[in-house]
């Protein structure tokens, strides 16, 4: 870096801290120092020993970018990462201007970013990973990628130009077949998985998308340097190369804890020789959820867990996690999620019945409901309102009620009850 | 009697789009009004049955539609003389295309079964968003998510004609031929509609001999009273909704 960063990295910052007076995050002021100074994220990247980690997928980014930096960081690697509410380009930079120096000096020894899967392959040309984690491609937001092989494409795309390695998903259709696009030995493709047995003890296995136009429509058989190979409750045993590795994780459910095997691979192969079980067992025994992701907040004297869904696979997953019915129960969903068609390939059977469910769309899903003659409550697209009711139900025996919760409805939900900070701003 | 026997051709390939919901639709709404019935899922190298009151196909991507494409081609005849014997079809999307007369994206052509006079044409502009139409069985509500465009044969009677949402209104809407419906309403569409599929129901079980029911009074059967009501509010808060053009992110 040198002082031709200084007038660039000013104004981001500035800009940054106008915006942040005006109340939430922005995007703006990455946007501004890129165009001022199109090379600033790679100048400060190549600072980074080792390197910059992409991770990409349909689900789970901020929880296995989240338990990759812990882990990295239980091994005193000093890491920079997103917020996850920041995964474009823009926002990406905006986080960064906030830690740099004006000279453009950042003390990180590594970049664990998770990335919006449209905006990654174009953001390679700004940034280009040395690492690219791929999670899953799952059949997500149709009206918005048109198809899911689509989607792939773009993860695919994205990992062949890692310049040193590529960690990939050996369950996923698409993205286990990564090798054969690979020309020569750079990247190399390290895979992470789950055991049989695991991935059949859940009900609806891990809910990845069909690969439909390979002849070979599931996935392929590889060796996973990280496999998931026992899940009960939050405790998972992971194998690491040869050892097997004994975790907590920080919410219950196959895929969180194929995010761990996924994060534990990463870790394995950044850090190579570097790499101590135990280290990685300290840091998911201190690890929190993620936002919103089986998060426990305080509501009265009772607590409210909050389940976050974006798609069909993070809600099937989310409640084939549940060991059992939940007692109190808030459905919320509204226009935050455009297209909801998919509520009928959801099987609902893990709920015995919902207390609330609200949101703009709570009438469709009352009607998804009452098609599988699951019990309703009350239906109150009013999320202040089902709140009230919510309050006013007596305290469940565990003192836990269960949120289940589409992005736009749990910010607002946590602003409702007292937790009202933004997800970047934690 | 043998119970309603309805179809659903390559639920997995082609059922992308909730599309389980029009089936879940038909066959909970025809057994609350006391008609027993039975789903037949279709896979691709099973025989069909030989016999179906409805058959319902749904949405899937262009990889899914070669996929299937092949037994679906090998059925065509029996698909094309359930068709003309008035079995009631249900056709949203890809699927509906290809019982077209065909399917053009491009340079690619895929041919069709030619139960519905139409050709379709993927174009590169995408429609999302609500839609609500004027059918022949009703007003519908729905989300529309396509790119595709559809050429009627001249005779061919459109389902209906939009009235609000991302479509311009006036504009023709979906195929209907004898008893089989083609669209492109998504949402899905049946759950959302009652009326629509009390009057698949209705053909389809009149050409049984059977009598539905479930549509008789402004009251409605009691127990379709739950269902109709959420579907009631629902499409309300669509209709409100309905010029709301949502953010491209």
């Given at each position: 870096m040198g002082f031709s960063y200084v007038l660039p990295i000013l104004i981001g910052k500035t800009l940054r801290v106008l915006a942040r007076l005006r109340g939430g995050g922005s995007a703006f002021p990455g946007y501004a120092a890129l165009r001022l100074a199109p090379r600033f994220l790679h100048e400060v990247a190549s600072q980074f020993e080792h390197g910059v980690v992409f991770v990409l997928g349909s689900n789970g980014k901020s929880t296995t970018t989240h338990m990759l930096s812990e882990v990295l960081r239980a091994h005193g690697v000093r890491v920079f990462t997103n917020p996850s509410g920041a995964n474009l380009p823009q926002g990406i930079a905006s986080s960064l201007l906030?830690?740099?120096?004006?000279?453009?000096?950042?003390?990180?020894?590594?970049?664990?970013?998770?990335?919006?899967?449209?905006?990654?392959?174009?953001?390679?040309?700004?940034?280009?990973?040395?690492?690219?984690?791929?999670?899953?491609?799952?059949?997500?937001?149709?009206?918005r990628f048109y198809e899911t092989e689509r989607v792939a494409d773009m993860m695919l795309d994205t990992s062949a130009r890692a310049t040193e390695h590529i960690v990939t998903n050996?369950?996923?259709?698409?993205?286990?077949?990564i090798a054969r696009r690979i020309v020569g030995d750079q990247p190399d493709v390290t895979y992470f998985?789950?055991?049989?047995?695991?991935?059949?003890?859940?009900?609806?296995?891990?809910?990845n998308a069909t690969d439909y136009r390979d002849g070979e429509s599931?996935?392929?058989?590889?060796?996973?340097?990280?496999?998931?190979?026992?899940?009960?409750?939050?405790?998972?045993?992971?194998?690491?190369?040869?050892?097997?590795?004994?975790?907590?994780?920080?919410?219950?459910?196959?895929?969180?804890?194929?995010?761990?095997?996924?994060?534990?691979?990463?870790?394995?192969?950044?850090?190579?020789?570097?790499?101590?079980?135990?280290?990685?067992?300290?840091?998911?025994?201190?690890?929190?959820?993620?936002?919103?992701?089986?998060?426990?907040?305080?509501?009265?004297?009772?607590?409210?867990e909050f389940v976050m869904f974006k798609n069909a696979?993070?809600?099937?997953?989310?409640?084939?996690?549940?060991?059992?019915?939940?007692?109190?129960?808030?459905?919320?969903?509204?226009?935050?999620?455009?297209?909801?068609?998919?509520?009928?390939?959801?099987?609902?059977?893990?709920?015995?019945?919902?207390?609330?469910?609200?949101?703009?769309?709570?009438?469709?899903?009352?009607?998804?409901?009452?098609?599988?003659?699951?019990?309703?409550?009350?239906?109150?697209?009013?999320?202040?309102?089902?709140?009230?009711?919510?309050?006013?139900?007596?305290?469940?025996?565990?003192?836990?009620?269960?949120?289940?919760?589409?992005?736009?409805?749990?910010m607002l939900a946590r602003k409702l009850i007292g937790f009202g900070e933004l997800e970047n701003q934690r | 009697m043998s119970a309603l026997t309805i179809v659903q051709l390559y639920p997995d390939e082609m059922g992308v789009a909730g599309d389980a919901g029009n089936v879940l639709a038909l066959s909970t709404r025809a057994?609350?009004?006391?008609?027993?019935?039975?789903?037949?899922?279709?896979?691709?190298?099973?025989?069909?049955?030989?016999?179906?009151?409805?058959?319902?196909?749904?949405?899937?991507?262009?990889?899914a539609m070669r996929r299937i494409h092949a037994d679906l081609m090998a059925n065509a005849q029996t698909l094309k003389l359930w068709a003309d014997s008035g079995v009631s079809f249900f056709a949203y999307g890809a699927g509906a295309e290809l019982l077209s007369h065909g399917v053009t994206a491009g340079e690619a052509e895929l041919s069709g079964v030619g139960v519905f006079p139409f050709r379709a044409e993927r174009t590169g502009e995408r429609v999302v968003g609500y839609l609500i139409v004027d059918s022949v069985d009703g007003p519908v509500v729905g989300f529309a998510d396509h790119a595709s465009r559809w050429l009627r044969n001249d005779s061919a009677e459109s389902f209906g004609v939009v009235s609000a949402g991302v479509v311009p209104a006036g504009q023709a809407e979906g195929v209907i031929i004898g008893s089989a419906i083609a669209t492109l309403i998504g949402g899905p569409v049946l759950p959302l509609n009652p009326d629509v599929t009390d009057a698949i129901l209705s053909r389809a079980l009149a050409r049984r001999g059977e009598t539905y029911s479930a549509g008789a009074g402004q009251e409605g059967l009691e127990e379709h009273r739950a269902l109709d009501h959420y579907a009631s509010e629902a499409r309300a808060v669509i209709r409100r909704n309905a010029e709301h053009h949502f953010k491209r992110i």
């Open positions: 906030a830690e740099v120096s004006l000279t453009g000096r950042l003390k990180a020894d590594i970049a664990v970013l998770e990335v919006d899967e449209a905006y990654a392959l174009e953001f390679t040309k700004v940034l280009r990973p040395s690492t690219v984690l791929m999670l899953n491609t799952q059949v997500d937001q149709l009206y050996r369950e996923d259709p698409y993205l286990s077949k998985g789950a055991s049989a047995e695991v991935i059949a003890s859940s009900p609806h296995g891990l809910f599931s996935s392929e058989e590889h060796v996973a340097l990280g496999e998931l190979r026992g899940l009960e409750g939050a405790s998972a045993t992971v194998a690491v190369r040869d050892s097997e590795i004994e975790i907590v994780l920080p919410a219950k459910g196959l895929h969180y804890a194929i995010d761990a095997a996924a994060a534990l691979a990463t870790a394995a192969v950044v850090l190579g020789e570097g790499f101590v079980d135990s280290a990685a067992q300290r840091a998911f025994e201190r690890m929190k959820p993620a936002y919103g992701r089986g998060e426990l907040l305080q509501f009265g004297d009772e607590q409210v696979a993070s809600l099937q997953l989310n409640l084939d996690a549940l060991p059992e019915p939940p007692e109190q129960v808030l459905l919320a969903i509204d226009e935050g999620t455009p297209d909801i068609s998919w509520i009928y390939d959801i099987d609902f059977s893990g709920l015995d019945h919902v207390d609330v469910i609200t949101g703009a769309k709570a009438w469709q899903i009352a009607l998804r409901l009452e098609h599988e003659g699951i019990p309703i409550g009350r239906v109150e697209p009013d999320l202040r309102r089902a709140i009230d009711i919510m309050r006013s139900l007596p305290k469940p025996s565990r003192g836990i009620k269960t949120w289940v919760v589409n992005y736009e409805q749990m | 057994r609350r009004s006391g008609h027993a019935t039975e789903v037949v899922r279709h896979e691709v190298g099973q025989e069909l049955p030989a016999n179906a009151d409805i058959v319902v196909i749904g949405g899937g991507p262009m990889s």
